[in-house]
């Protein structure tokens, strides 16, 4: 799922391709798409758009009459920007939006429909689309303590939920506990100061340095590279790759869908966490260190 660098960068490439400029009109291919009915859709058609912007891991394109589109990517949902008036992709297309230069594609991969589109009047409208998480980017220490504290999560849980923090996902929380050398699975509430500043430092530097990355590599053309796995991580989608800070191996657990991935040398003391799943299986011959694992395999 794109989150807070991906979107920024989006966000970015969008206004500055639509600034100012008419929406003429918006070609809904798939009908899963459109979530609303009042406002309806052909009254977004002739207006100027008047901003774009980021709220969570949605996307608002702000037009003319206090009229605002909501588009939330979820997993596999990609925008792209083509040529005016483009043909429909197959089944992957599931709307284009029509702008006076150029049109913006939203795509969606696999059989499942879950991105969203709003059409909403009015700022109190759109903030029911807010899950009012906290912007991590800007948060003061003070602010970003009280809110992660709130409640008595797992890291991982906590880094992800968008009533708490806005716009960090699966991917991200991977680096950025990376960063701060914590365990994904460390409650908030055991956590003491100097942890929590490290938390807070490595959110910010993380999202931060990212966004750039993100920009650079676009340049002046439509980000298209939008993925969750990149080389370039640390530790998110390099199960068994060295760790590039001691280049002990990256280990995993798996929950529900997703996933945590974590150095266990770096974040959890060489300790490796326990998978559900397999820890069930295995009951006392899961292992609980590296060397134990090791030990396991030359058996």
């Known amino acids: 799922?794109?989150?807070?660098?991906?979107?920024?960068?989006?966000?970015?490439?969008?206004?500055?391709?639509?600034?100012?400029?008419?929406?003429?009109?918006?070609?809904?291919?798939?009908?899963?798409?459109?979530?609303?009915?009042?406002?309806?859709?052909?009254?977004?058609?002739?207006?100027?758009?008047?901003?774009?912007?980021?709220?969570?891991?949605?996307?608002?394109?702000?037009?003319?009459?206090?009229?605002?589109?909501?588009?939330?990517?979820?997993?596999?949902?990609?925008?792209?920007?083509?040529?005016?008036?483009?043909?429909?992709?197959?089944?992957?297309?599931?709307?284009?939006?029509?702008?006076?230069?150029?049109?913006?594609?939203?795509?969606?991969?696999?059989?499942?429909?879950?991105?969203?589109?709003?059409?909403?009047?009015?700022?109190?409208?759109?903030?029911?689309?807010?899950?009012?998480?906290?912007?991590?980017?800007?948060a003061s220490p003070e602010t970003f303590k009280t809110r992660l504290v709130s409640e008595n999560r797992t890291l991982k849980r906590a880094l992800t939920d968008p009533r708490l923090f806005s716009g960090i996902g699966n991917a991200y929380s991977d680096e950025i506990l990376h960063r701060a050398r914590l365990s994904p699975t460390a409650l908030t509430s055991r956590l003491d100061e100097s942890a929590i500043v490290r938390l807070h430092d490595a959110t910010r530097q993380v999202l931060a340095e990212w966004t750039e990355r993100l920009r650079i590599e676009a340049a002046d053309a439509f980000p298209e590279k939008v993925t969750a796995f990149r080389p370039e991580m640390a530790v998110h989608g390099r199960y068994k790759k060295p760790c590039p800070v001691c280049s002990s191996p990256v280990q995993r657990i798996a929950y529900a869908s997703n996933e945590a991935n974590y150095c266990p040398t770096c974040q959890t003391g060489g300790k490796l966490l326990a998978d559900r799943a397999l820890s069930r299986l295995m009951h006392e011959d899961w292992p609980k260190t590296l060397e134990e694992m090791e030990e396991t395999k030359r058996r």
């Open 1 to 138: 799922m794109p989150e807070l660098p991906d979107i920024t960068v989006y966000v970015e490439a969008i206004a500055e391709r639509t600034a100012g400029r008419k929406l003429e009109k918006i070609r809904v291919a798939n009908p899963f798409l459109l979530r609303s009915v009042d406002p309806p859709l052909g009254e977004t058609f002739g207006k100027r758009v008047e901003g774009v912007s980021r709220l969570g891991k949605r996307i608002v394109v702000g037009l003319e009459d206090d009229l605002y589109l909501v588009l939330h990517l979820m997993i596999a949902g990609r925008l792209h920007w083509t040529d005016c008036g483009v043909k429909p992709p197959g089944r992957k297309g599931l709307a284009y939006f029509d702008f006076e230069r150029g049109t913006l594609m939203l795509t969606e991969a696999g059989s499942t429909r879950r991105a969203s589109l709003f059409v909403v009047r009015g700022t109190s409208a759109l903030a029911e689309h807010d899950p009012g998480g906290l912007d991590p980017t800007s």
